[in-house]
């Protein structure tokens, strides 16, 4: 490497080059790769919750999007055993919730199925939950189907941090953490939630929805019934409108 070359590191054997303060997922979807990831938004400050983007960096296990990438070290991201993990943590996701694929509006869309798919998940293995968590359909123009939250926080950081409103929130701790919609009535048609807001378009899965807008695009022409998601240009295009 001359003086002037960018430090670099290596993903699965390819060599990524990156800019120093970048993390090592912000650095390889740059270049093109995929490390796996579902509370990670190239557009957000990392949270870190999901664990989905674990690698190995020099034999040590990191989260992908809150680790800086370091020159010369070496990640390992599509193993055997971490693609097993990324599994297990999918199916503990399916199972804790309510996700009925089929009949979902973001089936093709969805970043977790489309994940599932590529870590090779076949069902649930760990028995379902099956929570009881209602709809909120009181707002004109949007519907939250709760049952699929996965609980990524990207709607509370859209709102927060670029539509500048405060209209989600999780509460609760552990096994007990839920969205809320933050008014005081707890419904969405009692927030300032406005067309064009950032909280609407990037909920990686089917609970922030449109309405009057369903299956515009037959499940079987969306964006991951096309290409798996490790196929996908990366960083993934902005979830706007999630219809390919
Ligand atoms: Fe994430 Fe969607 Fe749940 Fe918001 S509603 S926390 S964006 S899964
Ligand atoms: Fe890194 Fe969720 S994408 S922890």
């Given at each position: 490497m001359t003086d002037t070359a960018p430090p670099r590191f290596t993903l699965d054997g390819d060599e990524v080059p990156f800019t120093p303060g970048e993390t090592i997922i912000e650095a390889a979807a740059r270049a093109g790769h995929w490390i796996?990831?579902?509370?990670?938004?190239?557009?957000?400050?990392?949270?870190?919750?999901?664990?989905?983007?674990?690698?190995?960096?020099?034999?040590?296990?990191?989260?992908?999007?809150?680790?800086?990438?370091?020159?010369?070290?070496?990640?390992?991201?599509?193993?055997?055993t971490l693609d097993a993990m990324r599994k297990t943590l999918l199916q503990m996701l399916f199972v804790e919730g309510n996700h009925f694929c089929p009949s979902c509006e973001k089936s093709g869309n969805c970043l977790l199925q489309a994940t599932a798919y590529e870590m090779g998940m076949e069902g649930p293995h760990f028995e379902e939950f099956y929570p009881d968590r209602p709809v909120d359909a009181s707002h004109p123009d949007v519907l939250l189907d709760f049952n699929r939250c996965i609980l990524c926080e990207l709607c509370v950081r859209a709102s927060r941090d670029v539509d500048g409103k405060h209209v989600f929130a999780?509460?609760?701790?552990?096994?007990?953490?839920?969205?809320?919609?933050?008014?005081?009535s707890g419904r969405l048609v009692d927030t300032d939630i406005a067309p064009g807001d950032r909280a609407l378009e990037v909920c990686p899965v089917g609970v922030i929805l449109p309405k009057r807008r369903g299956f515009a695009v037959p499940i079987g022409e969306r964006r991951f019934d096309a290409q798996p998601v490790s196929a996908q240009p990366h960083p993934l295009p902005s979830t706007k409108d999630p219809r390919p």
């Open positions: 796996a990831h579902l509370c990670w938004h190239p557009d957000f400050a990392p949270h870190g919750s999901c664990r989905v983007c674990q690698v190995e960096v020099d034999g040590r296990a990191v989260t992908a999007c809150t680790t800086r990438a370091r020159d010369g070290q070496h990640v390992v991201n599509r193993s055997a999780i509460g609760g701790h552990g096994i007990g953490a839920r969205l809320l919609v933050d008014s005081a």
